[in-house]
């Protein structure tokens, strides 16, 4: 299986290749990674080839799957109207790139598998948010949807897209747990606002372990809708899956079972006002909980190996 990736080197298109190569590896089946790259000189594993963008738009080569999961991060900065801009373009011109490709190869891949956040759901409180839930619009729904309705043109080409609605990913080497470690570390983590938000969250190794999942499904024929169609234009199947653990939490839990993880006090609050102070139009990350449940995956089968956030962070120790 060959498999193309654009956002190979980030957080999880890393983690995904380094899975998916071990797995294969391990029954005897081959499969071969390409990331996509603005760079060719940035360190690779061995088992990585590297093919830039320009690259891309020359190459006669054959993927049976492609990932894209470019896009900068959305929590890394403050909105301003510039990095609104940025974080748009970010993720619609690699897309674009990808399109592109698969409009003029006559090999067409057999499955396109897009990047995209719950924060599509908008903010809706406590509210159980599946794969059929509606949405409220806001810059978070606008930026998912407009990612969303780009990669779906690929279906006008005859490519069945699996679009996947990311919650936070836990991991130490990097997310959100790897930004909170050092306060926490040093016993200034604490909860925010009044804690009662609630937080939808997946393990890393659950992240890549389902992103396999519905790549298997998909090249075995073996997919069954569950709620979880997208319409297009193209009669083409087009499936979204949220990318959350079963048990999504409470900030104020989040903070207790960080801390308890770490052996350190949770004693601090920064309150509501403060983060839309510090952090403007982008607190409502931080403040406006989701949650965000996994329906289409627990339907189709998969079986988390970390559904709980205990036994995520028991994982890391």
């Known amino acids: 299986m060959n498999i193309l990736i654009s956002g190979g080197t980030g957080f999880l298109?890393?983690?995904?290749?380094?899975?998916?190569?071990?797995?294969?590896?391990?029954?005897?089946?081959?499969?071969?990674i390409t990331w996509l790259t603005r760079d060719t000189s940035q360190a690779h594993p061995d088992t990585v080839s590297l093919m830039t963008y320009d690259e891309l738009a020359k190459t006669d080569n054959?993927?049976?799957?492609?990932?894209?999961?470019?896009?900068?991060?959305?929590?890394?900065?403050?909105?301003?109207?510039?990095?609104?801009?940025?974080?748009?373009?970010?993720?619609?011109?690699?897309?674009e790139s990808l399109l592109a490709f698969i409009a003029r190869t006559p090999n067409k891949p057999k499955l396109l598998l897009s990047g995209s956040a719950i924060g599509w759901y908008g903010t809706q409180g406590d509210k159980p948010l599946t794969e059929?839930?509606?949405?409220?619009?806001?810059?978070?729904?606008?930026?998912?949807?407009?990612?969303?309705?780009?990669?779906?043109?690929?279906?006008?080409?005859?490519?069945?897209?699996?679009?996947?609605?990311?919650?936070?990913?836990?991991?130490?080497?990097?997310?959100m747990l790897g930004k909170l470690l050092t306060p926490f570390k040093f016993g200034v983590g604490g909860q925010l606002g009044d804690g009662q938000q609630i937080m939808s969250w997946v393990s890393r190794d659950d992240w890549v372990g389902a992103a396999?999942?519905?790549?298997?499904?998909?090249?075995?024929?073996?997919?069954?809708?569950?709620?979880?169609?997208?319409?297009?234009?193209?009669?083409?199947?087009?499936?979204?899956?949220?990318?959350?653990?079963?048990?999504?939490?409470?900030?104020?839990?989040?903070?207790?079972d960080v801390g308890?993880?770490?052996?350190?006090?949770?004693?601090?609050?920064?309150?509501?006002?403060?983060?839309?102070?510090?952090?403007?139009?982008?607190?409502?990350?931080?403040?406006?909980?989701?949650?965000?449940?996994?329906?289409?995956?627990?339907?189709?089968?998969y079986e988390f190996e970390q559904p709980t956030l205990e036994t995520a962070l028991a994982e890391q120790s």
């Open 13 to 32: 298109g890393s983690a995904f290749s380094d899975e998916i190569i071990k797995r294969y590896y391990q029954t005897g089946k081959e499969v071969a």
């Open 132 to 175: 059929s839930s509606g949405f409220e619009t806001d810059f978070s729904h606008r930026l998912c949807e407009d990612w969303e309705q780009l990669a779906l043109k690929a279906t006008e080409y005859g490519v069945p897209v699996a679009i996947v609605r990311t919650g936070v990913v836990i991991h130490p080497s990097g997310g």
């Open 212 to 256: 396999i999942f519905i790549i298997e499904q998909h090249l075995a024929d073996k997919i069954e809708t569950h709620n979880n169609t997208l319409s297009t234009t193209s009669d083409t199947p087009a499936l979204v899956y949220n990318l959350t653990a079963p048990n999504p939490v409470t900030n104020h839990k989040f903070t207790k």
């Open 62 to 95: 054959r993927y049976d799957v492609i990932m894209n999961l470019a896009g900068a991060g959305i929590a890394d900065s403050r909105w301003s109207d510039e990095r609104k801009e940025a974080l748009l373009a970010s993720r619609i011109k690699p897309t």
């Open 260 to 301: 308890a993880w770490l052996h350190r006090p949770t004693i601090f609050t920064l309150p509501e006002f403060l983060l839309k102070l510090m952090f403007g139009e982008m607190s409502t990350l931080l403040i406006d909980g989701q949650k965000v449940l996994p329906q289409a995956l627990l339907d189709a089968g």
